[in-house]
Structure formats: C-alpha cells, structure tokens
C-alpha cells in the first residue's frame, strides 16, 4: 500500500501562483508513475498531469499547458504541481494519485484531495 497525503491548496486571485505537493509513504515513490487530477464541483474528475517514475517524461491536459508544471523528487518521496497564470476555472479539489494506469485515470491509489479556489 502507498499513502499519498496533498498539500499546498487554498484561495489565490487569477494570475497567481500555488504549488502543491504530493508525499507518499508506504512504498518508495520512484518506483510509480504519479498523476495530477482535479474535480470542479458538479464536475468529473479530470486529468491534469502525469509524470513518469524518474521524471524524465510528463504529460499534460491541453487546458493547463504551459501554465502547469508537474516534478517529482523521489529522494523526499514527493511529486509537485506548481500552477501557475490561475484562472477561475481551476478552481477545484486536486488529487495525487499513483500507480496502475495512472495516466488514463485508473491508478492504484488516491489521495484525499487538496482544496484550490481561484476567485477574485
């Protein structure tokens, strides 16, 4: 089993800037790809970014391209989202997740979420 435990989350104005971290226990990090996704409220969950065990590839949705930017540091055991031009429409509860097919929305673990809100 891996836990995975968010952070970093809170109430910023558009065009800030938030990084949010994701630490793991359990089961070394290195040894999963870790994902990003969020759910807006009324809203599925959606992917956000993905980044492969060494960190060497990511992957992100077309809406958070260049502005986001997810890395990992294995030695801490921890995966990060720094977000960055924030628009109202980020607003959402993020979750890390980790392993299986993380990229396509199916990991093996889930963490409990991280509260973003982008308002004015």
């Known amino acids: 089993q891996v836990q995975l435990v968010e952070s970093g989350g809170g109430l910023v104005q558009p065009g800030d800037s938030l990084r949010l971290s994701c630490v793991a226990s359990?089961?070394?990090?290195?040894?999963?790809?870790v994902g990003w996704f969020r759910q807006a409220p009324g809203k599925e969950r959606d992917f956000v970014a993905v980044i492969s065990m060494s960190g060497s590839n990511t992957y992100y949705a077309d809406d958070v391209k260049g502005r986001f930017t997810i890395f990992r540091d294995n030695a801490k055991d921890a995966v990060y989202l720094q977000m960055n031009s924030l628009k109202p429409e980020d607003t959402a509860v993020y979750y890390c997740a980790a392993g299986g097919r993380v990229a396509t929305g199916n990991p093996n673990f889930w963490g409990q979420g991280t509260q973003v809100i982008v308002s004015s």
């Open positions: 359990g089961r070394p990090f290195s040894n999963y790809a």
